[in-house]
């Protein structure tokens, strides 16, 4: 069976920390891997990664994707309280469009 | 450029009656679909519809049906509602393309079911 688990499930840091958000999958007919962050309702997206130890950047937003080890992380450096949020990690499969996602990791970014 | 929308914002049903959730893509995305975020727990694939169609279905009952009209917006209707029914429904929108996975997300209808 299909499964994307992510850790930690919660973490608190203060402004100015770097964080480490881990994606591990075990998924037959991988594509893709996907980072979304959910503030209120709406997930938005951050990053799409299908090739393992290219980094895509975003700012202070980080991630990379070990398709060997089967696992991707991400790194938000200089954190601030507005990147407090919930960051769902998510594979996409070969010849469907379903995504799987993780259960999050929700961080609480304080001043 | 308007994103995904979703109507109602929330809905509050009884347990037995049914519920339909309205969707409209991003202009020029044909594939639509559907998610439950039920409290606690990571979202959950419900249904793939692309031009029109069901291409795929996650593991829920077929109380959970829907459809996608020609302007490629979709209904999803929950028959039977049940008290664990009661989640975030989020609709997302894609290209389509079985070579482009990137799903952009509605803000979600609250459903609630007493």
């Known amino acids: 069976e299909d499964k994307v688990v992510q850790s930690p499930l919660s973490l608190v840091v203060h402004e100015g920390d770097t964080v480490t958000l881990n994606c591990s999958y075990e998924?037959?007919?991988?594509?893709?891997l996907l980072w979304y962050k959910q503030e209120k309702k709406a997930p938005t997206f951050l990053f799409m990664l299908?090739?393992?130890?290219i980094e895509k950047k975003s700012g202070r937003l980080s991630s990379i994707l070990d398709k060997k080890e089967l696992f991707s992380i991400l790194n938000i450096t200089a954190t601030q309280t507005g990147d407090s949020a919930v960051y769902l990690c998510?594979?996409?499969?070969?010849?469907?469009?379903?995504?799987?996602f993780g259960t999050g990791t929700r961080l609480q970014v304080f001043p | 450029e308007a994103g995904v929308t979703q109507s109602p914002t929330h809905l509050i049903k009884t347990r037995g009656q049914q519920a339909t959730l309205r969707c409209s893509p991003i202009?020029?995305?044909?594939?639509v679909y559907w998610y439950q975020q039920a409290l606690g727990l990571g979202l959950q694939f419900l249904l793939w519809?692309?031009?029109?169609?069901?291409?795929n279905r996650g593991n829920f009952p077929p109380r959970f049906s829907g459809r996608q009209f020609p302007n490629y917006s979709s209904e999803l209707n929950v028959n039977a509602l049940e008290l664990e029914d009661s989640a975030l429904y989020l609709c997302?929108?894609?290209?389509?393309?079985?070579?482009?996975?990137?799903?952009?997300f509605g803000p979600g209808t609250r459903l609630t079911v007493l």
């Open positions: 997302a929108s894609s290209f389509g393309s079985l070579d482009y996975n990137e799903q952009f």
């Open positions: 998924v037959t007919n991988f594509r893709s």
């Open positions: 299908t090739s393992s130890g």
């Open positions: 998510a594979v996409g499969k070969y010849n469907t469009d379903k995504l799987i």
């Open positions: 202009s020029g995305h044909t594939s």
């Open positions: 519809y692309d031009e029109g169609e069901e291409r």
